[in-house]
């Protein structure tokens, strides 16, 4: 499976932006793709996963601003983000779960700066 992360770049708070993330390869493999960050110095977090079902799951943090959702179709994977702190400045990772394995994009910088 390989992940082509894009969106990233830098915002104003209070600004919005949305990532996407295409999946191709083995995608009959995947079970759930998601998003985490990681900000400098600090581990990697989980920001929001939706399973093939449409089930979806976010961090406490970006419930209420960020929106995970897919295109099966497309096999892409959106991270509509709205509201953006300076704290959500980090590097964004695509992640792709599978019965047996765990996949990872390129990662795409967010900056929330004024």
């Known amino acids: 499976v390989q992940l082509q992360a894009s969106g990233g770049g830098l915002v104003q708070p209070g600004g919005s932006l949305r990532l996407s993330c295409a999946a191709s390869g083995d995608i009959f493999s995947i079970n759930a793709m998601g998003w985490y960050r990681q900000a400098p110095g600090k581990q990697r977090d989980l920001v929001a996963t939706?399973?093939?079902?449409?089930?979806?799951n976010s961090a406490d943090s970006v419930k209420g601003r960020f929106t995970i959702s897919r295109d099966n179709a497309k096999n892409t994977v959106y991270l509509q983000m709205n509201s953006l702190k300076p704290a959500d400045t980090a590097v964004y990772y695509c992640n792709a779960g599978a019965t047996f394995a765990n996949y990872w994009g390129q990662g795409t910088q967010v900056t929330v700066s004024s």
């Open positions: 939706i399973t093939n079902g449409g089930r979806t």
